[in-house]
């Protein structure tokens, strides 16, 4: 998409600043300065009551942080001098621009507070507003919103891209083994479920399809893959309905044993309706594309952000948690050095191996980069992420990994916990398991941290 660059816009304004009357400009520098507070207030204040930007400014970090930020936004666009350096400000609408597409905030809704704002420094201007000073205000909000415009549209597109992307690599193997693959956790789910009914399990202890290998895998990826697509909608339906009244009904006091043979017969009905209708999907998919890492066949970081943000906006939405695994090699560049790089990635392609076959078909696994992991643990909590970290990392010390010419070593790793904790930002999440990760190694290496608020 071609843009305007940074100078541009720095030239821009630095011509409105020059062009306006030494008076009004510093009647407004001292408004902004004077009023920030009440200022950023009326501009959360408007945005709570509109219907499309409250859910996304209703947590409280949000609240607090947005305050906050948009005192020294309102004082720091409108204290500008002529003659100062510009880029710098331009830089900074680019990144909020950039922010407000991550956490899809609707453009519309930005200018709708912009004008909010706009509105409010015109009637505290009154009734002693110097020449220029409206005019001023004007060109400078305009200015700001038509740069934060511009990042938000090329954030998003590129976001539209990779999702796009996502779509037609998210299976990313051989369809026919994928799709055994998937069809064999439906049946181990339906076994199950058998043998626990035959042996007088109380409703808690029946597995629950959604929960399951196969159901985790389907909302979390088959699901987005599929989307759209009316064999998803039912599938997605079928399970809810197995989870939310079957399984509950089998168990009832009341019901008969006629009534319990009746409902088994249903569940397996509606098993292998699922199967029917899960092969249907494999089939209509023709072309999928690898997105994997060339040397681990972990999913490429490049959908690290397209499956965050799907993950975030679900977790939202039901009221669900997931956690964020940041995970790193103990001394990686020892191993590079001492035995060379070809060591290096067989070590690497190795503790993908470990790493994928202590994680369930509904996570996700990325190779970030150099000697660095993400895992994303889908429907968790605190406890469980931080034993699978546990469990991943005693793993991994106790492995013998082999190297060219008969060579072996030991290896650890660092691990930095995060569960999500309601803020949409997605990017949020990934800088405090970062953090846990940094504390980790801090601590001596070879442990899991877990983030904190």
Not at 16 to 44: I, N
């Amino acid at each position: 998409m071609p843009s305007y660059p940074d100078d541009h816009y720095a030239a821009e304004w630095q011509h409105c600043l020059q062009a306006t009357p030494a008076a009004a400009l510093a009647q407004v520098q001292h408004l902004a300065q004077e009023h920030q507070q009440a200022l950023a207030r009326h501009f959360y204040d408007q945005m709570l009551q509109d219907s499309v930007a409250a859910p996304l400014l209703d947590h409280e970090q949000v609240q607090r942080r947005l305050n906050a930020s948009m005192q020294v936004w309102i004082a720091g666009v409108f204290q500008a001098a002529p003659g100062s350096d510009l880029l710098p400000l331009v830089a900074q609408q680019k990144r909020i621009g950039d922010v407000h597409a991550r956490i899809n905030i609707p453009m519309h809704v930005v200018l709708r507070g912009a004008r909010a704002l706009k509105d409010r420094m015109y009637a505290l201007l009154q009734p002693a507003a110097e020449p220029g000073a409206e005019g001023l205000i004007s060109r400078v909000m305009d200015l700001t919103m038509e740069i934060m415009g511009q990042a938000y549209a090329q954030s998003h597109d590129q976001h539209s891209q990779a999702k796009e992307a996502y779509r037609h690599f998210a299976l990313a193997q051989n369809v026919s083994t994928e799709r055994e693959r998937r069809r064999a956790n439906l049946l181990d789910w339906e076994n199950q479920l058998m043998f626990a009914h035959a042996v007088g399990s109380d409703t808690a202890q029946l597995p629950q399809l959604g929960q399951s290998e196969f159901g985790l895998w389907f909302r979390h990826k088959g699901a987005h893959v599929f989307q759209g697509t009316p064999e998803c909608t039912t599938i997605l339906a079928t399970i809810e309905a197995i989870d939310q009244q079957h399984l509950p009904a089998i168990l009832r006091v009341d019901a008969s044993a006629a009534d319990k043979l009746a409902l088994l017969h249903t569940l397996r009905d509606n098993a292998r309706r699922i199967a029917f209708l899960l092969d249907s999907l494999f089939e209509q998919s023709g072309a999928i594309e690898t997105g994997r890492d060339v040397l681990t066949r972990l999913l490429n970081r490049k959908f690290l952000p397209v499956v965050l943000d799907k993950e975030v906006h679900y977790a939202r939405r039901g009221g669900h948690s997931f956690a964020v695994l940041s995970i790193d090699l103990d001394h990686f560049k020892a191993v590079n050095d001492s035995y060379g790089h070809e060591a290096g990635d067989l070590v690497l392609q190795q503790v993908a191996t470990v790493l994928s076959q202590h994680s369930r078909g509904g996570d996700y696994l990325f190779r970030q980069g150099g000697e660095e992991f993400i895992l994303l643990l889908v429907d968790c909590s605190a406890e469980m992420a931080q034993r699978t970290a546990e469990r991943m990392r005693a793993q991994l010390a106790g492995e013998l990994f082999n190297l060219p010419h008969g060579q072996t070593l030991h290896m650890t790793i660092s691990v930095g916990v995060a569960l999500f904790n309601g803020h949409p930002d997605y990017q949020t999440l990934l800088r405090r398991a970062d953090a846990a990760l940094y504390q980790a190694k801090h601590l001596g290496r070879n442990r899991v941290e877990m983030a904190r608020d």
